[in-house]
């Protein structure tokens, strides 16, 4: 090979060789000539000899490419600078001989940071032509704004599906690292020390797993920092971003060894924060990433920071909102317990698991004995600390597979799974009563009590959840009567036990009888409740409700017959009836001028795992002559939540076929806020249970505003059902709601009825 010197002229290169002279002579020339674009660094010319693999780049490609200017003997030497990683892709495609050239990769320099070139060969223009020819361009801006754009996307990725703060930091971590050319990265928040101390924690980090950072690593998770110390202290405290240019030579970074150990050079870190509901920025943690190269301000990272720190911060604000409500809709704030609904929800779960598996369990309920006593004696905050300190024995009782819930002032509850022998709820309900007799201690002062315990058992004292409660309830009240600091089991298994369970599950197979023929006989019918949009004169939708008149004209309510039929099987039979009769009435609302009525239905959990369903419903549609759009089909968040490998892709296909879906009684405790991204709903129903609080109870409020405002941010109508006073419809209408269904605005009416209150309700 020549030598790179000689051949950078052209006079010289013709003494050295003529024939490559011939063929490469013409590029130097031109290599040499000025051009104003590459002199602004807008892109850059080469030539290559596919014979020899000599190349020659113009002064702007040598600028581009971080090498010399002129003749280079070999392709290797032009792309000395580019990354690793990229360098076997590269050198693929610049091998096949006369082939287009037109690949991407990357530079790295220790002043420039990560760049992107993109390099393309122009046609031949004349046959045979022995020099390549093509230009090298600059595509960073292209590519930063390509990445700025995934991470907006990954940021809603994670705003509505990462299950947990860790996971979505680490993900944004290792994309930085990976895109960016940084070799590790971790994230910092505070953690509360002995004292009060505060103090900065390594929290999450990630790392090339090729390079070697075990030091760095340890040295990064066994430190703490206070505000204002290192260069992550420093960030914390002024929520700046800021350079370590030296790592090893600055004498405040705390981590100088480690890193001088571990090839490090230089770090940038930035601040998480977000602006809280009450106008004030709130720091929550701080972002630092390291590299092996002295990096410069010219770095990419930094016009990322933004984007980042406001792709995690929505993640912490969606998970302490998640959290917030899962709080709210769960947990008593005293004693840290399941409240009553979660508890009575809970309750119900285990009657179905129960019933499925023909497993037994039992319920106890718990009165604390004469606690009203030491609220007069000692004051409110005595008795909290009695409630608190029981709650917390009561879960120390290690009762695996069950669950423990205050069900409100001095009353508890243990849902235990399996039963067990009566023998066994024995011991366990003396070790509750041994709980409640050891002394809690308040200001020095020793105060002494005792609890009376009732408890029943599935399902010989009930088949569903009030049943159970209200035995073991009675349990309890006759043991207090009885004399208190003891138990009281409902029954004992008599010969009147087996004869009351024998007479009910005679009643429930003569219902059943009583519905097939119901059936049959065309004994149901539906009523229809409206619901209102921004004002009480604009129906958009009603829902329909089954209703059973037997033939001697008396009603039966749905929530008679409704668990029966479940629990036969024949709700599917009267699910396809109610769908029917429901289009049917609906086009003929259609037809009397409600041009825009969508009605609602209530969906049973065996008809939406049926994967014929959507062809089922078209037919149904087309045949009363109703556009998808006006129906939608309501099904519960336990429902989705229980299958939602089945139920998932139903909903998907009813949602491509132009079908509405809603998710009923939304925020009754169960995870659907962690799958949201995976439900094709249109719209949420708020429980009655929540509106019933409105405005006064402080957690229905809250919830209420966080469904309302969550179904903001992901653009879904939010009904309100239950609204039964002027008082709730207007905390409602305050924050947001425009759906407002309820006994308020307009009770379940037949078709005639609707019509008649409703003339003009459509009509234009």
């Not at 996307?153 to 994670?158: G, M, V």
């Not at 309920?365 to 917390?392: C, P, T, Y």
Request: with cysteine; charged share 20%.
């Amino acid at each position: 090979m020549c030598d790179h010197s000689l051949l950078y002229c052209p006079d010289t290169l013709a003494a050295h060789d003529p024939d490559l002279s011939q063929k490469l002579g013409p590029a130097l020339v031109q290599a040499n000539l000025p051009d104003t674009a590459e002199k602004l660094g807008l892109f850059g010319r080469w030539w290559c000899e596919p014979q020899t693999g000599q190349w020659v780049l113009s002064t702007g490609a040598a600028s581009l490419l971080d090498v010399s200017a002129g003749l280079h003997p070999t392709g290797h030497s032009c792309f000395e600078q580019v990354v690793p990683d990229d360098v076997l892709r590269l050198m693929a495609d610049l091998r096949e001989p006369g082939q287009a050239i037109a690949c991407e990769f990357r530079i790295i320099n220790e002043f420039d940071g990560l760049r992107w070139l993109r390099m393309v060969s122009e046609p031949h223009l004349v046959p045979g032509q022995a020099v390549q020819t093509g230009v090298v361009v600059d595509v960073t801006s292209s590519r930063l704004a390509a990445m700025r754009e995934r991470f907006c996307f990954e940021s809603t990725q994670f705003l509505i599906g990462t299950p947990t703060l860790g996971e979505a930091v680490t993900k944004v971590i290792q994309l930085v690292c990976d895109n960016l050319g940084w070799e590790c990265g971790a994230y910092w928040s505070l953690e509360q020390q002995q004292m009060g101390e505060h103090r900065l924690a390594c929290q999450y980090e990630w790392h090339q797993p090729d390079y070697p950072l075990a030091s760095f690593i340890a040295d990064t998770a066994a430190i703490r920092l206070a505000p204002g110390e290192d260069l992550v202290g420093n960030v914390w405290r002024t929520m700046q971003p800021a350079w370590v240019e030296d790592m090893v030579n600055d004498q405040d970074f705390v981590r100088r060894k480690s890193a001088h150990a571990c090839g490090l050079q230089s770090g940038y870190a930035f601040a998480v924060s977000y602006v809280t509901l009450g106008g004030r920025r709130h720091s929550h943690g701080v972002l630092e990433f390291y590299s092996s190269l002295s990096r410069q301000r010219e770095a990419q990272l930094p016009g990322l920071a933004a984007t980042i720190g406001e792709l995690i911060a929505q993640t912490v604000q969606r998970l302490e909102q998640q959290e917030l409500i899962r709080q709210l809709a769960q947990v008593d704030d005293l004693t840290g317990l399941a409240n009553r609904k979660h508890f009575h929800h809970l309750l119900d779960a285990a009657c179905l698991s129960a019933l499925s598996w023909g497993t037994s369990f039992a319920v106890l309920n718990i009165d604390l004995d004469r606690f009203k006593q030491i609220n007069d004696a000692f004051g409110h905050e005595a008795g909290n600390l009695v409630l608190h300190e029981f709650a917390q024995r009561l879960q120390r009782l290690g009762l695996a597979g069950s669950a423990v819930g205050r069900l409100g002032g001095d009353e508890f509850a243990l849902l235990v799974m399996p039963a067990g022998s009566a023998a066994q709820l024995q011991a366990l309900g003396e070790r509750v009563l041994l709980a409640a007799r050891q002394p809690f201690l308040f200001e020095r002062q020793e105060l002494t009590m005792s609890a009376s315990v009732g408890i029943s058992v599935f399902p010989d004292d009930g088949w569903t959840g009030s049943e159970l409660m209200r035995c073991a309830d009675a349990a309890m009240y006759r043991r207090k009567h009885g004399g208190r600091n003891g138990l009281s089991f409902f029954s004992s298994g008599t010969s009147g036990t087996l004869a009351e369970q024998r007479s009910a599950l005679a009643r429930q197979l003569t219902m059943e009888a009583e519905l097939q023929r119901a059936l049959l006989n065309h004994e149901f019918f539906l009523a229809y409740q409206p619901v209102f949009g921004r004002d009480a004169e604009h129906m958009v939708a009603v829902e329909a409700l089954i209703r059973w008149r037997r033939p001697g004209g008396d009603v039966v309510p749905p929530d008679l017959f409704i668990p029966v039929a479940e629990q036969s099987g024949l709700i599917v039979q009267i699910g396809r009836w109610v769908v029917k009769q429901a289009c049917h009435d609906l086009a003929q609302l259609h037809r009397c001028g409600f041009t825009d009525l969508q009605v609602n239905v209530n969906m049973a959990a065996p008809e939406f795992v049926n994967p014929n369903l959507p062809g089922e419903l078209m037919a149904v549609l087309q045949a009363c002559g109703v556009a998808p759009r006006h129906l939608c089909l309501e099904l519960t968040e336990g429902l989705v939540m229980k299958q939602p490998d089945k139920v998932i892709p139903v909903m998907a296909a009813l949602r491509q076929l132009g079908f509405k879906v809603s998710l009923d009684d939304f925020g009754m405790g169960h995870s659907s806020l962690s799958r949201m991204k995976m439900l094709p709903i249109s719209s949420l129903k708020i429980d009655r249970s929540f509106v019933s609080g409105l405005p006064h109870d402080r957690g229905d409020a809250a919830i209420v505003r966080t469904i309302l405002d969550l179904g903001r941010h992901m653009k879904l109508q939010v009904i309100a059902e239950g609204v039964e006073t002027d008082a709730q419809l207007l905390f409602l209408r305050q924050f947001g709601c425009t759906l407002i269904q309820g006994f308020l605005l307009g009770r379940p009416k037949t078709v005639p009825e609707l019509m008649a209150a409703h003339p003009q309700t459509t009509r234009d």
